[in-house]
């Protein structure tokens, strides 16, 4: 990924969105308003964070892209399956509730928020197709990935070989320390093996989402898939992390364009 600045904010975009010339970021925390343990671009109201600093927030992101906050959507996030096909008749509702959007509309801006939690983003440059999608570790377990992909295949006749998707910054494997139960749903829901003990016998098992995300797309017949390698709960300074800060954090926004 290439890190940009300006304004103070700094984001990181992938070279395969980048070579197609789209619109896109993964922002940091860095350059906003919020404060406390909000500090400083928190994009999520559902945080506790006041209304206009969030609102502040979200201006200068789309900004960064020559973008008005009429021009972009966003979701109410409900950690499961769910894929919204969106267009330009959706902007200005509030019910949008998915973990990942779907759209072939030039100009609309697709957002999403994130604190540990997998970004995923999609694009079919011979479909003219961008998808935007929340893989939380329950995200995962469910199929938010072949789902996103099904739904990208079904709707505007993508064909899983020409899409590109880019997994970014979240939880690493060596933060991301789980119990039994977990590992086990979300290691039965990949092709390959995502657990690892880093403690030794009789330690908890720690997963790998990147892999876990990577593997989903690879299982959906996508074969373009970018990695990040970023770990937010590894770095605070620029990332929210709502496991590294205990709950008490803002999340991060990214950000896709169709053009």
């Not at 769910?82 to 990942?100: E, N």
């Not at 540990?116 to 329950?138: E, N, Q, S, Y």
């Not at 998707?165 to 829901?189: H, L, M, N, R, Y």
Request: charged share 15%; with cysteine; proline share 5%.
């Amino acid at each position: 990924m290439k890190r940009l600045t300006s304004g103070g904010m700094a984001w990181y975009q992938f070279d395969s969105l980048s070579a197609n010339g789209l619109r896109h970021g993964v922002f940091t925390r860095l350059g906003g308003v919020s404060e406390g343990q909000y500090h400083s671009l928190n994009l999520s109201r559902s945080t506790g964070d006041a209304v206009e600093p969030v609102r502040e927030n979200r201006r200068r992101m789309l900004g960064s892209f020559g973008l008005q906050p009429d021009e972009a959507l966003t979701s109410w996030l409900v950690h499961g399956n769910h894929v919204r096909m969106v267009s330009q008749a959706d902007l200005g509702q509030d019910d949008v509730h998915a973990d990942a959007m779907v759209t072939n509309t030039p100009g609309l801006a697709l957002t999403l928020r994130f604190a540990d939690c997998v970004p995923i983003l999609f694009h079919d440059p011979v479909r003219k197709t961008i998808a935007i999608a929340h893989a939380g570790w329950m995200g995962i377990v469910v199929g938010i990935v072949p789902a996103t992909v099904h739904a990208m295949t079904l709707a505007f006749g993508c064909q899983p070989g020409d899409i590109h998707a880019c997994v970014g910054p979240s939880i690493g494997p060596t933060q991301f320390e789980v119990g039994e139960d977990v590992a086990a749903k979300i290691q039965g829901a990949v092709p390959h093996n995502v657990i690892s003990y880093p403690g030794g016998a009789g330690a908890k098992p720690h997963v790998d989402l990147w892999q876990a995300a990577s593997a989903q797309c690879h299982t959906a017949g996508v074969t373009h898939v970018e990695v990040a390698g970023h770990c937010t709960a590894s770095n605070t300074q620029e990332w929210f992390s709502h496991r590294a800060e205990k709950g008490k954090t803002g999340r991060f926004g990214a950000v896709l364009v169709l053009d």
